[in-house]
């Protein structure tokens, strides 16, 4: 019987197979859609999530970020990362880069879709696969989490991002945060002569629409596009528990707040890699509380800075506040990195 399935081929789902693979257990990947797979990210890596993926002898190619900058027309705060850089990498070659390390340990990625699970004591079953155990991996609008009766109702306002490249020799090695009252804009480096510029917003519209409320980041980036538009959302999603008998969830299925900080890569391998280790450890009555203490801080941060970037009354004081007092704006950085 295989140990480990993993629902979701997707960062998350890579990482729990390639840390069961080490682990010495028979891990097998069931994901949809042909690899690898592009959608829409910040695609920058925060530090813990650069460790995170060596960790697990991940090392993508991209380019390496320094810190986090906030913008608000001329106004700039700005932070260094101290725990090392992070990286900007394309979403494809991220992806490509877990797939090989997951080939090289033997894990085999099977074409099918998890909807529903049927499970007993020893055993559980989807997409006609039958494991010890189950780690739903299987992305933010995750089908088994709401097959498992696990999805909590949402209760606040629902947020959209969209991604898009342009053709264009990055201006700074940090991670751009532009803000305005309709949203915000990320630009981050993802290749010598290539940047990925994601927005973040309440509203549904185009890209091109979105940067309409960054005038001097639309000016430089107008002509330039290249590649399609990714979009997601809504992004914010709760669990009333990340498992249910003999299935963990993992990364965005295991429950989001929000892109805003930038650290979905870094929480998926790592809730991912905990669910696997108490997995291995026989112990997974341990996984709720781990990954609690592992979201714990983003879920403080990310939710105070989103209601702070929602409220009018507040939305035009977060960069003015950044610049005021660098030293807080260094420490939020440094806690989220």
């Not at 682990?23 to 990210?41: H, I, N, S, Y």
């Not at 089908?143 to 209760?155: A, I, V, Y």
């Not at 249910?244 to 295991?254: P, Q, T, W």
């Not at 879920?299 to 989103?306: F, H, K, N, P, S």
Request: aromatic residues 4%.
């Amino acid at each position: 019987m295989i140990d480990i399935l993993v629902a979701g081929g997707g960062p998350a789902g890579l990482a729990a197979a390639i840390r069961a693979a080490t682990a010495g257990l028979e891990a097998v990947v069931v994901e949809p859609r042909p690899l690898p797979v592009d959608k829409a990210c910040g695609e920058g890596i925060m530090p813990s999530g650069v460790a995170a993926l060596r960790a697990l002898g991940v090392t993508p190619a991209g380019s390496t970020l320094r810190g986090i900058r906030y913008v608000e027309g001329p106004r700039r705060a700005e932070a260094v990362f101290r725990g090392g850089p992070g990286l900007g990498v394309r979403r494809t070659a991220l992806h490509a880069a877990l797939h090989r390390r997951a080939t090289e340990l033997g894990v085999r990625v099977v074409t099918g879709r998890a909807a529903e699970v049927r499970q007993d004591d020893d055993s559980v079953t989807t997409a006609g696969l039958t494991a010890r155990w189950l780690v739903a991996a299987d992305g933010l609008h995750s089908p088994l989490r709401r097959s498992l009766g696990l999805e909590r109702p949402r209760t606040s306002p629902r947020r959209y991002g969209l991604r898009r490249h342009y053709r264009i020799a990055p201006w700074t090695d940090f991670v751009e945060v532009h803000w305005s009252r309709e949203g915000e804009a990320y630009v981050t480096p993802v290749g010598e002569e290539l940047v990925g510029v994601a927005v973040l917003s309440r509203h549904r519209r185009s890209h091109e629409q979105h940067l309409t409320a960054f005038p001097a980041l639309a000016r430089t980036l107008r002509g330039l596009e290249t590649g399609p538009v990714r979009g997601a959302g809504p992004l914010r999603r709760a669990v009333s528990a990340p498992g249910a008998g003999r299935v963990l969830l993992a990364g965005d299925a295991a429950g989001y707040v929000d892109a805003l900080t930038g650290e979905g890569i870094a929480l998926a391998v790592a809730t991912a890699s905990a669910a696997v280790d108490c997995l291995a450890a026989g112990r997974p009555e341990a996984y709720p509380a781990r990954w609690k203490r592992l979201t714990r801080r983003h879920r403080l941060l990310t939710g105070a800075l989103l209601a702070a970037a929602g409220h009018p009354a507040t939305a035009g004081l977060i960069v003015p506040a950044a610049h005021r007092l660098p030293a807080l704006f260094g420490a939020a950085v440094r806690a989220l990195q």
